[in-house]
């Protein structure tokens, strides 16, 4: 391992910020909260480890039964560890003077997660397995180690895989059939009791709670009053018929605990993201080639927009999808295929159940003139077929290589570059980048492949200078002395 240089930080803060709670039982595990945007007194926090609770709740009986629900779910979710390595902070000062008091303390977090394949596919947040070394499922007091098969940040599902025959897979609902007011049962592992079910009704689809990482956060959350909380995250959502409708994901809470309303992944989403996870390594994303923006009153008055429905075209993508099609800024989007457009919540979402190279109709207002194109949907490097993108990942970079795509190179203004992703400790830590920064040139060369560019700073030493853009669009340029 090469001794690392003088570093110079980068301005940029990636990720989820977390907040430590200490258990008896030496257990370190994170809470992830978010401030709500109509409220800065109230948080969004992701349900997935422990804090103690300080608020109940007792639901009133409703006009079902949920014992079948209950029977045909709870064998199917799974209580889910993760190791992430050893905290700093667990050292005496005494393992200093006098030789070391054992091995510090692995900090280990919790979650639960839903067999979804009877071979041991098992979807899960993106949160709960985030910075893992190493993972288990414990199902039925039996525990599995897990291999992380994918992630995706953009809509925080993550899938895992155990050896295993004959498990009890879920059954699938549909989240597109769910109604405002329907019972649902939130199954999952809060606080460490395994197999908990809560009831409560749907009170809102396709919500917005702005908390997704991501290049291209998708949030259409079903909002549910059943009680979720701390190591909810990756469990089931589902209906009085025990069919998974939703991967319950955050709470919106003044106190980390379950105050009033949980939000889960709709289902429809969360399979045709674990389906391309395990099929093909990342997620197809569909691209239609603009940005787009809610319709808030201020802006229907501004630009004499008769309809809240919909949503506002603020950017469209050079020779994208949405450009070849005749789209232009400012149109307003109001119908994608057979769906009904109320909001950028069921924008991403109509467009979430699609791939690359799908057609598909579009209805829009220009200057109050309704008209409609046909999308050609696009892939992440512009073309319309399904791809498998090139990664290099290096234990001694401490991070995973990627070429950037055709939608980062327009957001970003570069012509190429390779993206920093899944950093850990390691070289570009120390070299002061963070997670999503582009490198765009090496030594005045331009940096186009992850495989080249992870080989040359590896080996290299001298004098290196980078230049490239932090995740915020910041233009950066460092040079360094390597050993």
């Given at each position: 391992m090469k001794s690392l240089f003088k570093t110079t930080g980068v301005s940029f803060v990636a990720g989820l910020a977390g907040a430590a709670a200490w258990t008896t039982l030496n257990v370190n595990e994170t809470e992830h909260s978010y401030d709500f945007p109509q409220n800065t007194k109230t948080e969004v926090s992701f349900a997935s480890q422990y804090r103690p609770a300080d608020h109940g709740y007792s639901p009133t009986e409703g006009p079902v039964s949920f014992v079948e629900a209950s029977e045909n779910s709870t064998e199917s979710v799974v209580f889910i560890k993760n190791f992430s390595g050893t905290d700093p902070r667990r050292y005496s000062m005494f393992d200093y003077f006098f030789g070391g008091g054992g091995a510090p303390s692995q900090q280990v977090s919790t979650g639960s997660g839903v067999i979804i394949s009877d071979d041991g596919y098992i979807v899960t947040n993106n949160h709960v397995i985030d910075r893992a070394e190493t993972i288990e499922v414990v199902h039925k007091k039996r525990t599995y180690k897990a291999k992380l098969v994918g992630t995706d940040k953009n809509t925080d599902i993550a899938v895992l895989k155990i050896e295993g025959t004959d498990l009890p897979a879920i059954k699938r609902g549909s989240s597109r059939d769910l109604k405002i007011g329907e019972w649902v049962l939130a199954v999952g592992n809060p606080f460490n009791l395994t197999s908990t079910v809560t009831a409560g009704i749907v009170s809102a689809k396709e919500r917005q709670?702005?908390?997704?990482?991501?290049?291209?956060?998708?949030?259409?959350?079903?909002?549910?009053?059943?009680?979720?909380?701390?190591?909810?995250?990756?469990?089931?959502?589902?209906?009085?018929?025990?069919?998974?409708?939703?991967?319950?994901?955050?709470?919106?809470?003044?106190?980390?605990?379950?105050?009033?309303?949980?939000?889960?992944?709709?289902?429809?989403?969360?399979?045709?993201?674990?389906?391309?996870?395990?099929?093909?390594?990342?997620?197809?994303?569909?691209?239609?080639?603009?940005?787009?923006?809610?319709?808030?009153?201020?802006?229907?008055?501004?630009?004499n927009?008769?309809?809240?429905?919909?949503?506002?075209?603020?950017?469209?993508?050079?020779?994208?999808?949405?450009?070849?099609?005749?789209?232009?800024?400012?149109?307003?989007?109001?119908?994608?295929?057979?769906?009904?457009?109320?909001?950028?919540?069921?924008?991403?979402?109509?467009?979430?159940?699609?791939?690359?190279?799908?057609?598909?109709?579009?209805?829009?207002?220009?200057?109050?003139?309704?008209?409609?194109?046909?999308?050609?949907?696009?892939?992440?490097?512009?073309?319309?077929?399904?791809?498998?993108?090139?990664?290099?990942?290096?234990?001694?970079?401490?991070?995973?290589?990627?070429?950037?795509?055709?939608?980062?190179?327009?957001?970003?203004?570069?012509?190429?570059?390779?993206?920093?992703?899944?950093?850990?400790?390691?070289?570009?830590?120390?070299?002061?980048?963070?997670?999503?920064?582009?490198?765009?040139?090496?030594?005045?060369?331009?940096?186009?492949?992850?495989?080249?560019?992870?080989?040359?700073?590896?080996?290299?030493?001298?004098?290196?200078?980078?230049?490239?853009?932090?995740?915020?669009?910041?233009?950066?340029?460092?040079?360094?002395?390597?050993?």
């Open positions: 709670i702005n908390i997704l990482g991501g290049d291209f956060p998708l949030e259409s959350f079903i909002q549910t009053d059943a009680p979720i909380n701390p190591g909810n995250s990756g469990g089931a959502l589902v209906n009085v018929n025990g069919e998974l409708v939703g991967i319950n994901t955050a709470i919106l809470s003044r106190t980390g605990s379950y105050t009033g309303y949980g939000f889960a992944v709709p289902v429809d989403i969360a399979m045709k993201v674990s389906s391309d996870l395990i099929q093909y390594g990342e997620v197809q994303k569909a691209i239609p080639g603009i940005e787009a923006v809610e319709i808030t009153p201020e802006l229907a008055e501004e630009m927009i008769k309809t809240l429905d919909g949503v506002i075209v603020t950017h469209v993508v050079k020779s994208g999808a949405a450009e070849r099609a005749g789209l232009q800024r400012n149109d307003v989007i109001t119908k994608l295929g057979s769906q009904t457009i109320t909001g950028k919540g069921s924008f991403e979402e109509a467009i979430s159940h699609y791939y690359p190279g799908d057609q598909l109709p579009v209805s829009y207002l220009r200057n109050g003139v309704m008209k409609s194109a046909n999308l050609q949907l696009q892939n992440l490097e512009g073309g319309n077929g399904v791809i498998k993108r090139e990664f290099y990942s290096s234990a001694i970079l401490g991070a995973r290589l990627e070429a950037v795509n055709t939608i980062e190179k327009d957001k970003f203004g570069v012509d190429n570059g390779i993206k920093i992703t899944g950093l850990t400790r390691g070289y570009l830590r120390e070299l002061g980048l963070r997670e999503g920064f582009i490198i765009t040139q090496i030594n005045g060369d331009p940096a186009k492949d992850p495989t080249k560019v992870g080989a040359y700073l590896e080996k290299f030493s001298g004098r290196l200078l980078l230049e490239g853009v932090a995740s915020n669009g910041q233009p950066f340029m460092q040079s360094y002395n390597v050993r």
